[in-house]
């Protein structure tokens, strides 16, 4: 364990250009776990770091230490507060932090049951929602388009909430040659058909586009079925988080309803 108490240190300038360069997070493959929350989460899916780093006085607390101690880590570093501050992207920092190797996802499978294709997508708190929402749906699998923003970003990370671990995250997808077995469903605010009337409960690739710009018209013909949220009220559209949460608790419910009930 090493204790750093210098700003000139080389560790931690490098430490600070990671957290506040996406270059430098895709230069490296690494990125930047903040807070006891996820690094907890990173250690519950059996990674390990290359550092783990905490300042001095979140040192002395026996929930942060113990994480400190014990988390899978390659070196472990220990920083004066105001240090830890400079690296930090919170308002306050939290104390503790990571550095983890941004996963490379396997080979996508050849039967998906179901999965989310997001083309340029550009709110790292809208794609954080996202992931979150498609590991509570049972969703395991995101594609992401090349011009989304980085999955791997301390922003998103933090608005996942851990959901990171425990997907499989495909990036730089090519949109309009994606191939799926099953029904590519794609939203739109001013489509004709409703979401309800869809029958959800075989495979389904969910396209959602730009918050702005909705879908590009690659994106439009890979889709079988165009389909809207119905809203009786003035707002013109839901925010993209909103409605992929929707949509896959509407798959859900379809499924449970359509699965006979086992006899106690």
């Known amino acids: 364990m090493k204790s750093i108490q210098s700003r000139d240190n080389p560790q931690v300038k490098a430490l600070i250009k990671l957290a506040g360069s996406s270059r430098e997070r895709r230069r490296t493959g690494t990125t930047l776990l903040e807070g006891e929350h996820l690094v907890r989460a990173y250690q519950d899916s059996g990674g390990t770091a290359e550092m783990i780093l905490a300042s001095e006085s979140a040192l002395a607390r026996p929930a942060v230490r113990s994480l400190f101690e014990n988390v899978a880590a390659k ?34 499978p050849q039967g998906i049951s179901s999965c989310l294709l997001l083309e340029n997508i550009q709110d790292p ?8 929402t498609a590991v509570a749906a049972g969703v395991p699998h995101v594609f992401l388009s090349k011009n989304s923003v980085f999955a791997w970003s301390p922003k998103v990370i933090r608005a996942g909430m851990g959901a990171h671990f425990f997907l499989s995250i495909f990036e730089g997808v090519d949109v309009a040659e994606f191939a799926f077995r099953g029904s590519v469903v794609a939203m739109e605010p001013r489509a004709r058909a409703s979401l309800y009337e869809l029958d959800l409960r075989g495979p389904v690739a969910w396209v959602f586009g730009n918050e702005g710009a909705g879908l590009s018209e690659g994106a439009r013909r890979l889709a079988a079925h165009r389909v809207r949220i119905p809203m009786p009220g003035p707002a013109e559209s839901l925010n993209v988080a909103a409605a992929v949460a929707i949509c896959l608790f509407e798959q859900i419910r379809q499924r449970s309803v359509s699965t006979p009930a086992v006899p106690a």
Not at 79 to 105: F, M, W, Y
Not at 125 to 132: Q, Y
């Open 75 to 108: 070196s472990r570093l220990v920083l004066a507060d105001a240090l830890l501050a400079r690296v930090s992207q919170l308002v306050s920092s939290a104390g503790l932090a990571a550095v983890i190797r941004t996963p490379l996802p396997s080979p996508a």
């Open 125 to 132: 708190g809208n794609l954080g929602s996202i992931l979150r």
